[in-house]
């Protein structure tokens, strides 16, 4: 039996179910307590209309609302800031559902929600959350319109309608002005707090475990946009942290006091220069990414940027937010190649550990040419059976290199790193390790060079006489095609494992799948390019663009055309489809005005019909004339449709009159 519903209980429910909306993507970031109240509040809300209950008192919903605001004080210990106010306005907007009491609370509650739409964006600004907000917005603006509307009421999939043409006619103008009106510095819904939630990358220290852990996350880590060929995938490394001082387990970077200045290096570069725009993604680090080996110190609107003795670029704040600087590089270089490392610092090994490591690098220092030594322990990698994985056993003991070397001989790229600088330092040739990222994987749709964590990679350089520090990347020794292609072509075969989940994340280009997912890739950068990280700086190239364009004869031709094409449309548009009875009605007007009897412009079809009756017309033509009018004025004014043959009735009262 179906069961009717009043227009009231009905508007409030169709309330209920839009601040639902609105309200439901809080519960991902809420205390758990809160979105479970809110959840019940609604819910009693939803019965009491149903059921056609009393809403409850006062006395029951101020002591309520007075304990969710000290739960909100002792979930945040404040009721100020981003998360504590979304909190109570989640609060607020669902106690408002047990005080309405007038029509004006109905506004107050969709009016609080376009509000709430907005705070959203405080915690998540990808694709699917704009479409999510978009689509509360056409359900609150149809309950807005519920509201307003008197009579008869439309159905619902008609009033949602309604709802997405009025947002429709107001996106050209929001566009316009987010494109077009100055902006300010810092991201879209940029909070003072934004960092703090941040996702943290590659890090300033390695051990272990640590990279591999990362090299299993899809997330993007940047994306590079060249401005020429793209160089070859083993030329792309890119350049993180440098780790010199080990304590036996983890490498760290050396003490601040004791870098080398700046200043004191020396860079030759050669061949052709690389320039090319990355945009990094928030890692709340200050580390800046860059190709090997960069010219000059990007500049970063915003922050300050620092350069290291071992040519690391550091931003002076945490990188909270999308940000994009600009680079040159040269892929061929000699770094300090005029003199040797100072204070021995890149020689300093722990005491007492790794016995038998040490006495094989001792070993090597018999070889006087230092480029043997590296080109021995290089064969010994590619030689001595072993093998690279992400899965490496566990080495718990002290002497973890030599467990590495001489037991397990499985590891991921900081195992090789680490033990190759460690047998160099051993063998007299100072060593360091570098850490960043190696690789990545170009989109053809729009052209950007996408690097994720799972491109984390460890490497080492040496310095060796008279070519200064040597990039050396003792991986591609055991595993030439993690560096040559990508990481999950470098791994052994593994049932169900990231080889198998590789393939699948990462499909042929050329097929169905993979073109799909460059698709959404371009799709998911172009928002960050152009929504998310809009700056200042953008707004102004942009400009700087159409006023250039604009300076050209061609461009005011083409903007001329498009602007009557559009006013063409839109008279088109405007034309609608004669009702074949109103057509009728204008040629019978017509046709009476030859005959001396015009229509007035305020006459209407009844009294147009009197003052013909009263006129001397011919019998056949009075009569018939007064009947098309009669039958018209039911039609169009009547309560109900007289029937779908009237048309002919119509026409053949219509060629009676003559």
């Known amino acids: 039996m179906k069961v009717l519903l009043s227009r009231d209980k009905q508007d409030t429910l169709l309330l209920i179910a839009s601040s639902l909306l609105v309200l439901a993507p809080h519960a991902a970031h809420l205390p758990v307590w809160v979105s479970l109240l809110c959840g019940a509040t609604l819910a009693s809300r939803a019965a009491?209309?149903?059921?056609?209950?009393?809403?409850?008192?006062?006395?029951?919903?101020?002591?309520?609302?007075?304990?969710?605001?000290?739960g909100v004080l002792q979930s945040y210990h404040t009721l100020l800031g981003r998360d504590a106010g979304v909190a109570m306005?989640?609060?607020?907007?669902?106690?408002?559902?047990?005080?309405?009491?007038?029509?004006?609370?109905?506004?107050?509650?969709?009016?609080?929600?376009?509000?709430?739409?907005?705070?959203?964006f405080f915690y998540s600004q990808t694709i699917p959350t704009a479409l999510l907000m978009l689509a509360s917005l056409v359900a609150l603006l149809a309950t807005q319109?519920?509201?307003?509307?008197?009579?008869?009421?439309?159905?619902?999939?008609?009033?949602?309608?309604?709802?997405?043409?009025l947002l429709g006619l107001a996106l050209p103008l929001a566009g316009a002005a987010f494109v077009l009106f100055p902006r300010?510095?810092?991201?879209?819904?940029?909070?003072?707090?934004?960092?703090?939630?941040?996702?943290?990358?590659?890090?300033?220290?390695?051990?272990?475990?640590?990279?591999?852990?990362?090299?299993?996350?899809?997330?993007?880590?940047?994306?590079?946009?060249?401005?020429?060929?793209?160089?070859?995938?083993?030329?792309?490394?890119?350049?993180?942290?440098?780790?010199g001082s080990y304590d036996g387990r983890t490498w760290t970077r050396v003490r601040p006091s004791r870098h080398t200045r700046p200043q004191a290096l020396s860079l030759s570069v050669g061949g052709t220069p690389v320039?090319?725009?990355?945009?990094?993604?928030?890692?709340?680090?200050?580390?800046?990414?860059?190709?090997?080996?960069?010219?000059?110190?990007?500049?970063?609107?915003?922050?300050?940027?620092?350069?290291?003795?071992?040519?690391?670029?550091?931003?002076l704040d945490p990188i909270g937010e999308r940000v994009r600087y600009d680079l040159v590089s040269f892929v061929h270089y000699s770094l300090q190649t005029d003199a040797s490392p100072v204070d021995g610092q890149w020689l300093m090994l722990p005491y007492g550990l790794n016995p038998r490591t040490r006495a094989a690098g001792q070993a090597l220092a018999s070889q006087p040419d230092p480029a043997r030594r590296v080109a021995d322990v290089l064969r010994l990698f590619a030689d001595g059976g072993f093998v690279y994985t992400l899965q490496p056993p566990l080495l718990?003991?002290?002497?973890?290199?030599?467990?590495?070397?001489?037991?397990?001989?499985?590891?991921?790229?900081?195992?090789?790193?680490?033990?190759?600088?460690?047998?160099?330092?051993?063998?007299?040739?100072?060593?360091?390790?570098?850490?960043?990222?190696q690789g990545g994987e170009m989109n053809p749709i729009d052209g950007y060079l996408t690097v994720r964590q799972s491109d984390a990679h460890a490497w080492a350089e040496v310095w060796l006489p008279r070519r200064g520090w040597v990039r050396i990347d003792p991986t591609a020794a055991v595993a030439p095609e993690r560096v040559q292609r990508s990481l999950a072509r470098a791994l052994p075969p593994a049932p169900f494992g990231l080889e198998g989940l590789g393939r699948l994340l990462q499909p042929d280009p050329d097929s169905l799948l993979g073109r799909i997912r460059y698709m959404f890739g371009a799709v998911n950068n172009g928002w960050n390019q152009w929504v998310l990280n809009y700056t200042p700086q953008r707004q102004r190239h942009l400009v700087q663009r159409l006023q250039e364009g604009l300076s050209h004869w061609q461009s005011l031709a083409l903007i001329a055309m498009l602007c009557a094409m559009l006013f063409l449309v839109r008279k088109f548009s405007q034309r609608r489809k004669a009702d074949p009875v109103d057509a009728l009605y204008s040629l019978l007007c017509q046709r009476l005005g030859q005959l001396g009897m015009p229509r007035a412009p305020d006459e209407g079809p009844t009294a147009y019909a009197q003052r013909l009756a009263a006129a001397d017309l011919a019998p056949e033509t009075g009569?018939?004339?007064?009947?098309?009018?009669?039958?018209?004025?039911?039609?169009?004014?009547?309560?109900?449709?007289?029937?779908?043959?009237?048309?002919?009735?119509l026409r053949d009262l219509l060629s009676r009159v003559r």
């Open 48 to 70: 009491i209309t149903l059921l056609g209950r009393r809403m409850p008192s006062n006395v029951l919903l101020v002591p309520i609302a007075a304990a969710a605001m000290f």
């Open 184 to 243: 300010i510095e810092g991201p879209l819904w940029g909070m003072p707090d934004a960092s703090h939630g941040a996702q943290s990358g590659l890090s300033d220290t390695m051990a272990p475990g640590q990279m591999s852990n990362l090299a299993q996350s899809e997330d993007v880590a940047f994306r590079v946009k060249f401005d020429g060929p793209v160089p070859a995938q083993p030329q792309l490394y890119w350049r993180g942290p440098v780790l």
């Open 145 to 165: 319109l519920s509201f307003q509307l008197t009579g008869a009421v439309p159905p619902l999939r008609t009033r949602l309608w309604m709802g997405a043409k």
């Open 89 to 120: 306005l989640v609060l607020l907007v669902a106690f408002k559902m047990l005080e309405m009491h007038a029509r004006r609370d109905l506004f107050v509650v969709v009016f609080l929600c376009y509000f709430l739409v907005l705070t959203n």
């Open 275 to 315: 320039g090319y725009q990355v945009t990094l993604e928030p890692s709340n680090t200050r580390w800046l990414f860059a190709l090997e080996m960069p010219r000059a110190i990007p500049e970063l609107p915003g922050h300050g940027v620092t350069l290291s003795g071992e040519l690391e670029f550091r931003s």
């Open 396 to 437: 718990p003991g002290r002497d973890s290199i030599d467990d590495f070397l001489y037991g397990t001989r499985a590891g991921f790229c900081e195992h090789y790193a680490g033990a190759f600088v460690f047998l160099m330092r051993a063998a007299g040739v100072p060593a360091r390790v570098v850490t960043g990222y």
């Open 623 to 649: 009569a018939a004339a007064t009947e098309f009018l009669r039958r018209y004025s039911a039609y169009r004014y009547g309560p109900q449709s007289p029937g779908t043959g009237l048309v002919p009735i």
